[in-house]
């Protein structure tokens, strides 16, 4: 009998049951026996990591003596899970006691179980501990068994490192804010990062920094312990829905975002002491606003990061224990309908917020990046860029009108604005609900046939009638998967996304770029150095090369998942043919891995290249010989020619798509793959422009990858155009020397 390594990796609603238990040391011990169910092993054990003692201490077991718990500790340089925790990396010895660094624990029972596997639990670089499973004699652990255990050891890391923090509070200081007059604030101008109209009551995201909100006011009636119970058990039923709904909507973010909320309701010290308080004669209120100031005082006071950040957490439980008590708010209604103003934002603060059905978000420091962008768009949440971080002290509930289109900010708008707006967003209503013929094959006004495909950011954006009215993807953007995680996804977790994908676009090509991290898109995990100028620096293909290992998982996952299927490799920022010959050579080796290994797959993918830096530009020749196919990233290339960082508002002006040395390599990038019969794609914002499509299709361009919403008007801007009268005009244009000369040929 084999082990399920696909049921091994735990699913969300799995995961979920462990919360159903009353007590931390209960979640512990069903996290062991559902592991060890999993892997059929006799013993399954979670050491958890002290960082002040760097001792790993052992907290749940299943199979060994339960009275080892808690008492044995080994030094992280002792024994093989000290070794595999300090090292990063999996052990697996088919007699565990052979190893000269295995360290025996007497009295824990373990002497009948010779196959050893450990693998660490980490989170980013932060150490978490170890799992431990153990067999009886002639029954090692396999290569498969090795990953499931790291793709679930991922899975549980974020869990497990909550039950590790809310153990172990530390001290440390505290800022608070003086209020702002917002008397003169009524309209303030940001930079748009997710367009769309949103209006609602203000929230502002650590506003509890600024010290305790929750002040005891007149009770309505007198509650019950027994009031107090059933609103905690609403919490937790709440937290548990918003988890279940991340999954459904970004089953890629298999991640338990919500985990220290539901461990703090199973915490003695949280809920429990609420509880005590209440049988001891206190009122229900004063009890939970007496432990969130406890908690409150000892978390910010923290010298650690991690734990200042719980802070929010705190806050957020205490409001929702405190609501449900006085039954003054149903589900959500907490954040349902606001707008969220932040001082920063990570990808996992932007999923927690969408499972809340938040209005829009506002970010008032640190810049918007394009992976939060981009993921705010397939979200569907409006969100700005706006410098000014005295709006972190706007009142709560403050009423506010988000023009994401142009990234302006009402506060307390009039009636006219609001009326204004409502009627603009009917209008837009109108025109999207217009999809007449969008199924059909796109061409232009004289017959040539066009491909107009997708691009997506997460499962989500493959949603409805899309798969039906695109040619297929042009470009699915691998990274989000790891940037929305808190480690790296396994090659398991990887093939579990990628089949998704590929099945649900019922036969037509997928086009995968693989990893394209570095610049702005930064995995907070991934121990970097600084870098002076990180879009200059180790991104994309520089950092899958480095990084040898993470970038043969994330192939081979594709190619499991590309089985009898028609999927493209794309390799992102190609410089040079060396780069794109190891590339290839290393997908070559993965084909033969898994073909050797008898692993279902794709052996022969199409294999081609992102064209989005000039150096590849004046080789464009050699590079079209040797690929498959070409794709054009032209926000990329835009800024790399013109070297404008297209994300500085003070040279944003300088950033000219139709600059002539653009047009011109766009030229040259479509004459070589007509030449060598290679397919080429756009997949950058000119593709979806109604001012360049007539260009590109001038050029030669057939191909578009562009965002699923921009498709509607892409399909009708291809099919007004004639390709002969194009043609024409985009010579006309390339012989101009002048961007301004060019602009009064393309904008009338």
Not at 191 to 211: D, H, L, N, T
Request: with cysteine.
């Amino acid at each position: 009998m084999q082990t399920d390594h696909v049921k091994m990796l735990c699913s969300i609603g799995e995961l979920n049951s462990l919360f159903e238990e009353t007590s931390l040391e209960d979640l512990l011990q069903r996290t062991v026996l559902m592991v060890a169910d999993h892997m059929m092993a006799q013993v399954c054990s979670i050491y958890l990591y002290d960082e002040k003692s760097e001792e790993l201490v052992l907290k749940a077991t299943h199979g060994l003596n339960p009275d080892s718990v808690n008492s044995v500790r080994m030094n992280i340089n002792e024994g093989l899970c000290g070794l595999s925790l300090r090292e990063n990396r999996p052990i697996c010895e088919q007699i565990g006691k052979n190893n000269p660094n295995f360290k025996p624990c007497p009295g824990t029972n373990e002497d009948d179980y010779e196959a050893f596997l450990v693998v660490p639990i980490i989170r980013g670089m932060i150490r978490i501990g170890v799992l431990v499973v153990q067999r009886e004699k002639d029954r090692c652990f396999s290569d498969q068994d090795i990953m499931s255990m790291r793709a679930t050891a991922s899975q549980m890391a974020s869990m497990l490192e909550n039950i590790r923090l809310i153990l172990a509070p530390q001290w440390a200081s505290v800022d608070i804010k003086k209020p702002v007059d917002f008397s003169t604030y009524r309209f303030i101008k940001g930079k748009s990062a997710s367009k769309e109209f949103a209006s609602g009551p203000a929230y502002v995201a650590g506003q509890e920094k600024r010290g305790p909100l929750f002040i005891g006011g007149k009770q309505n009636r007198v509650y019950t312990t027994e009031d107090l119970a059933a609103a905690i058990r609403e919490t937790e039923r709440q937290f548990e829905e918003l988890q279940e709904k991340v999954e459904q909507k970004l089953s890629d973010a298999a991640s338990l975002i919500f985990s220290s909320h539901l461990l703090m309701l199973k915490d003695q010290g949280f809920t429990g002491k609420m509880i005590d308080m209440t049988l001891k004669g206190g009122s229900p209120h004063e009890a939970v606003v007496s432990v969130y100031r406890h908690y409150y005082e000892i978390f910010s006071k923290s010298e650690s990061a991690l734990i200042r950040e719980k802070i929010e957490d705190i806050e957020d439980l205490t409001r929702r224990i405190l609501a449900n008590l006085a039954d003054e708010q149903k589900e959500n209604e907490i954040f349902s309908g606001h707008i969220i103003i932040a001082r920063e934002l990570f990808p996992s603060d932007l999923l927690k917020y969408s499972a809340m059905d938040i209005a829009g978000m506002i970010l008032v420091s640190g810049g918007v990046t394009s992976h939060v962008s981009i993921l705010a768009r397939s979200l569907g949440i409006p969100l700005v860029f706006i410098d000014e971080p005295d709006l972190l002290l706007v009142p709560a509930n403050t009423p506010l009108l988000l023009d994401a289109d142009a990234g302006n900010l009402y506060i307390n708008p009039s009636a006219e604005i609001v009326e204004t707006f409502n009627k603009r967003k009917l209008s837009r209503k109108k025109i999207e609900a217009d999809i007449t013929g969008l199924a059909q094959p796109s061409a232009t006004a004289d017959g040539s046939p066009v491909k107009v495909l997708a691009n997506i950011n997460l499962l989500s954006d493959v949603s409805g009638a899309v798969p039906d009215i695109i040619d297929g993807i042009g470009l699915y953007r691998t990274e989000f998967p790891f940037i929305i995680r808190n480690t790296f996804p396994s090659e398991e977790e990887q093939y579990v996304i990628y089949t998704k994908l590929v099945q649900s676009m019922k036969g037509k090509p997928v086009t995968f770029r693989t990893l394209d991290i570095g610049g702005d898109k930064v995995l907070p995990y991934y121990k970097t150095f600084h870098e002076e100028n990180p879009f200059l620096g180790l991104r994309s293909i520089r950092f899958s090369l480095k990084n040898r290992e993470i970038f043969k998982q994330q192939i081979r996952a594709i190619l499991r998942a590309g089985d009898g299927m028609e999927i493209k490799i794309m390799f992102p920022m190609i410089s040079s043919l060396e780069e794109y010959t190891s590339a290839r050579e290393i997908t070559e080796e993965c084909i033969k891995e898994l073909k050797k290994r008898e692993i279902p797959h794709n052996p022969d993918p199409r294999i081609g290249i992102m064209v989005e830096i000039p150096s590849a530009v004046t080789i464009i020749d050699l590079l079209a010989k040797e690929s498959d196919f070409i794709s054009i990233g032209t926000n990329d290339l835009i800024q790399y020619s013109l070297a404008v960082d297209r994300t500085n508002e003070k040279v944003s002006d300088l950033y000219i798509p139709h600059h002539p040395a653009v047009l011109r390599s766009l030229k040259l990038i479509v004459e070589a793959a007509i030449k060598f019969g290679k397919e080429v794609t756009v997949c950058g914002d000119m593709g979806s422009s109604e001012t360049y499509i007539p260009f590109l299709l001038g050029i030669g361009m057939r191909a578009f990858s562009i965002d699923a919403a921009y498709i509607p008007r892409v399909k009708k801007a291809i099919r007004s155009c004639n390709v002969v009268t194009e043609k024409a005009r985009a010579e006309k244009i390339l012989s101009l020397r002048t961007s301004e000369e060019i602009e009064k040929i393309l904008f009338t």
